[in-house]
C-alpha cells in the first residue's frame, strides 16, 4: 500500500519535471524591436572593458600588475570574449518563424492554374527565433 503511494508519487513527480517550459516569445513588442537597428553591435573590448570595471568595483587588481608585469587574467578575459563574440557573429545560426495570421498584401493572377501571388507584410508579426 505505501509502496504503491510512494511509486504513484514519484511517477507524478517525474510527469511535472518533464514538462517543458513554453517558449519565451519575449516581451518586447514588435514595432520597440524594430529600433534595435540603432544598436551599434557587439563588441568585445566593449565587454571586457565592463569586466575590468567589475574587477575595480571588487577591489581585484586590474591593468600592469605592481612589478611592472602583464596582467594575465585581464589578458585572458579579453581573449575569452572576443572567442564568444567571434563565434557568436562568425559561426551562429539564427531561425526565426513568423506566427500565422499575420496580414499581407498581394496581387497575383493564374493561367488557369494555382493562384500565385506576392506580397508583402502590412504589420508586424509576433514570432520566435532560435540562436544555436
Not at 513588442?29 to 520597440?32: R, Y
Given at each position: 500500500m505505501i509502496l504503491s503511494i510512494l511509486e504513484a508519487a514519484i511517477n507524478t513527480l517525474n510527469d511535472i519535471l518533464s514538462i517543458k517550459p513554453p517558449p519565451n516569445l519575449g516581451t518586447i513588442?514588435?514595432?520597440?524591436v524594430v529600433l534595435?537597428?540603432?544598436r551599434s553591435g557587439m563588441s568585445?573590448?566593449?565587454?571586457?572593458?565592463?569586466?575590468?570595471e567589475k574587477k575595480k568595483e571588487l577591489g581585484l587588481p586590474t591593468g600592469n600588475l605592481a612589478d611592472g608585469s602583464a596582467n594575465f587574467d585581464d589578458i585572458l578575459w579579453y581573449t575569452a570574449i572576443k572567442a564568444i563574440i567571434d563565434e557568436?557573429?562568425?559561426?551562429?545560426?539564427?531561425?526565426s518563424s513568423s506566427l500565422p495570421g499575420t496580414q499581407i498584401a498581394a496581387s497575383g493572377g493564374n493561367a488557369g492554374g494555382p493562384v500565385v501571388v506576392y506580397g508583402a507584410t502590412t504589420t508586424f508579426a509576433d514570432g520566435g527565433t532560435i540562436i544555436e
Open positions: 513588442s514588435p514595432p520597440i534595435s537597428k540603432t568585445p573590448l566593449r565587454a571586457a572593458n565592463k569586466v575590468l557568436i557573429t562568425n559561426e551562429a545560426k539564427i531561425t
